[in-house]
């Protein structure tokens, strides 16, 4: 019997896929473009305590992104920098116990895979960033804009949610 794929995990699985995608739906006409209002991110800080969160995490954005007007690229190489973010946040919380060191290098993986490759996929693959005098220029706009919604997100809304989930397991309430 293999002891990863339990209920209760593919359950928590599941609830964190569509937790993801409806929160990136709720905001849909602001989710997607430089500026990104996206609070789903903040759900990216699961990964530190669940690993069942990684693929999870990876659904819920393929499916958000969906929607996306960058339709294709959004849902391959969006949705890879959610995998790939994901992953490296969940390794780090694994080996990595000192608080606050913690949740501080657990968000950096989010922030960082978003920042660099959505504004690649708006500006070189989909053409976007036509009101800046380069695409050079628009990526790197691109990257500061959306670097700040992704901090934004990422830590302070993660981090009552990372508190949560920690205070909730120190006293030995497994959800």
Known sequence: MNRFFTTKRLCRAGVIAALYAALTY????????????????????????????????WIGC?????????????????????????FASYMVGRFLQKEPFRF??????????NTLLIPFIIVFLCGGGEEFSSQGVAYFSYVASIGLTEIVWVYFLGLPLYSAVKKLRAQSIRF
């Open 104 to 113: 501080l290098l657990c968000g950096v993986f989010p922030v960082l895979f």
């Open 26 to 57: 709720a905001f849909t006409p602001f989710a997607f473009g430089p500026l990104q209002f996206r609070p789903a991110e903040a759900l990216c800080i699961l990964a530190v305590f669940f690993p069942e969160a990684v693929p999870a995490l």
């Open 62 to 86: 393929m499916l958000s992104n969906l929607a996306s007007p960058y339709f294709v690229y959004d849902v391959l190489i969006g949705s890879l920098a959610t995998l790939l973010a994901a």
